[in-house]
Structure formats: C-alpha cells, structure tokens
C-alpha cells in the first residue's frame, strides 16, 4: 500500500504515473504541450476545449478500453484520511463489491455536484444495492484535496464512500473534460437556482479560511461522470476459487506470488458530463444498476419527465441479466 507524499496529495503519483503521459485512452487526444502564435504553452485538452469554452464540450461516451484501464490501475486516490489507494482498489479486491459504479465529480464546493448526490442518496440507498442478486456499490471520486472531503460528506449526506484525485490524472486518462458552461437544468437539481448553488459553495469556502483549504477543492474548469465496472466474464454466478491464506495478501487483494486473487472487470457502461451539471439523471442510473423503480420523482414533472425519457450515457450493463434471473426465480417459485 503507497502512503502519501505529502498533506494535500498533490504529488502522490505511483511509479507508472511518472512514466506514462496523461493521455484520454482514444476519448481525447494525447494531452501533450504545444506552443501557439504568441509563444504560450497549451495542451491539446485546452485546445479542443478551452478554459473559457462557452458551449458543451468535445466529448462521447466510448466506453474506456482495457488498456486504458491497464493504464491507470496504479494510479493513487486519497481517503478522507490522507491514505492512499491503487484506483483499481476501488471496483476490485477483497471485501469489494462485483459491481461498483464510480461517480467522478467536480471540484468538493460544487453546489450541483452535491444536490446531485442528495438526490442519489436519496433514490439509491446501500440497502437496496446489497439486496441485488449480484454484489454492487458506489464510489464518489472529486478532484479537490483529502482533507475536505469530511466537510463534504456532513454537507451532502452522502452515503457511500468518497476519495480525491487532486492531480485529476484520472479524470484525463477516462476522457473527462473542462467547462465552465451550466447547461440545461436537469431534473436532479430539485429547482435549486444557480445563485442558490453559488452562495452555497461561497459559504462552504468562507468556512474553510482558517484551515487555510479555501483554494483547495480543485479546479473548478474540471467536470465528471459516471463509470459503471462490471465483471469481464458477464457472469452472475459469483467464482469459486480456493481462499488464499491471509499472510499471502496484501491489503489489495493480491497474493506474494503475483496470483490474482479477484475476478476481472471491465467498464461496461459510461457517461461523461458536457456541462457543469450533466451528471446521468437518478432513473437512468438505476435502469443501468438494476435497480426497480425511477427514483424520487422530482418537483418539476417537465424535467421529471425528460429524465424518464432520456439517457445520456452508452453500454449494457449486467442489469438485464439481473432482471431475467428474478424473473426466471420468482417463475420456478410459484410452479407447483
């Protein structure tokens, strides 16, 4: 297990971090430096979507190949703790769920962000996650330091685990962009107004002066999305292997001798924000975990509806798998 290099995180890079380039594995080109007219440094990331973008980003939703992840698995994430993880710790290992849906969000004082996972929370609980037929969970990921994200967590109410990734190495390597663009107002908002989120995220800064961690949310250019890691093989049966004694593995979930002790996964469902609040609306994430029922409906029906109706994101998930064993289940349940 790596252990930080320092309070904020920002240089906690793991080996193959220093070696590979931050690249969007095919999503967006390589991130290299160029010089423009006037002598400036810039990267191909600013190039095709500027700081100052006005309109949605470049982007898609191709789902990211297993050489990027291959990529990436090193790369280190930061607990509330200040502890480090291997990235691929989060959706594989030990103790860790087959299913994990990664929601990757933007800067820790982002009033969308949080009203979305308070509408996350409040639709998808860990409860009805552990009663699906196949293991599944979800992990927050932002992209400011370690040290807020108590702070984030006692604003939000959010449920499930959450970790920094300040140098966003990340968020470059899956193909998540920048823009300062608000987009069309999705259901998830619950009708909270732009001067609403703003002065809710200045309030949350005015209280971090004293702890000198004001300017430490992470940049607020930076926006997200939404990856779902599900087994490779597409199985429901969950393997069998023989255990492998506990001094043979380390807190990863990887033995002494190099032996993989855990299934493969893959992505098998993604989306990436264009905007500042595009995160995938609550009915689309439940339909992709399995999950019965849209969620909370939300205030505005308009919205509420377009919500139902749409989807953002791109991939099958194990979901419909899921569905026709209950179905198949409750139908040899009731034969006589």
């Known amino acids: 297990m790596a252990t930080p290099s320092n309070s904020d995180g920002a240089n906690a890079l793991s080996a193959s971090e220093k070696q590979t380039g931050p690249v969007s594995g095919g999503i967006v080109e390589a991130a290299t430096e160029k010089t423009d007219g006037i002598g400036q440094i810039s990267t191909d990331d600013e190039i095709v979507n500027p700081p100052d973008f006005k309109g949605e980003v470049e982007t898609n939703n191709e789902i990211p190949s297993t050489q990027v992840l291959k ?25 860790v769920a087959r299913r994990i849906l990664v929601i990757f969000i933007r800067h820790f004082f982002c009033g969308n962000c949080q009203e979305y996972l308070r509408t996350v ?13 196949v293991s599944t969970f979800i992990v927050v990921v932002g992209c400011g330091s370690h040290k807020l994200i ?22 470059q390597e899956l193909g998540m962009v920048s823009t300062l663009h608000l987009g069309e107002r999705p259901a998830y908002m619950q009708n909270k107004t732009v001067v609403h989120t703003v002065m809710s995220g200045i309030r949350q800064g005015l209280k971090q002066v004293t702890t000198g961690l004001v300017t430490k949310m992470g940049d607020q250019r930076q926006v997200g999305g939404e990856f779902l890691f599900e087994p490779a093989s597409r199985t429901l049966e969950t393997p069998i292997s023989s ?16 032996r993989s002790a855990v299934e493969e996964k893959c992505v098998t469902w993604c989306h990436r924000m ?39 994101g791109t991939g099958l998930s194990m979901a419909s798998q899921m569905v026709r064993r209950s179905v198949d289940t409750a139908k040899t349940a009731g034969s006589p």
């Not at 108590?150 to 968020?171: H, I, N, Q, W």
């Not at 255990?243 to 190099?258: R, V």
């Not at 029906?301 to 109706?309: E, H, I, Q, V």
Request: hydrophobic share 30%.
């Open 150 to 171: 108590d702070s984030y967590v006692k604003e939000t109410g959010c449920p499930f685990p959450v970790y920094a990734d300040p140098t966003r190495r990340l968020y």
């Open 243 to 258: 255990p492998l004694p506990d001094d043979d593995d380390d807190d990863e979930g990887q033995s002494s001798s190099g």
């Open 121 to 133: 929370a409040s639709s998808i609980t860990p409860e009805a996650l552990l009663g699906l037929p």
């Open 71 to 95: 990529r990436i698995e090193d790369y280190t994430v930061i607990d509330h703790i200040g502890k480090t993880h291997p990235f691929k710790s989060l959706y594989s290992g030990r103790n």
């Open 274 to 312: 264009r905007t500042t609040r595009d995160h995938a609306e609550i009915p689309e994430l439940m339909e992709i975990l399995g999950l019965d029922g849209d969620g909370e409906p939300a205030r505005d029906l308009k919205r509420w509806r377009k919500a139902l109706a749409a989807r953002k």
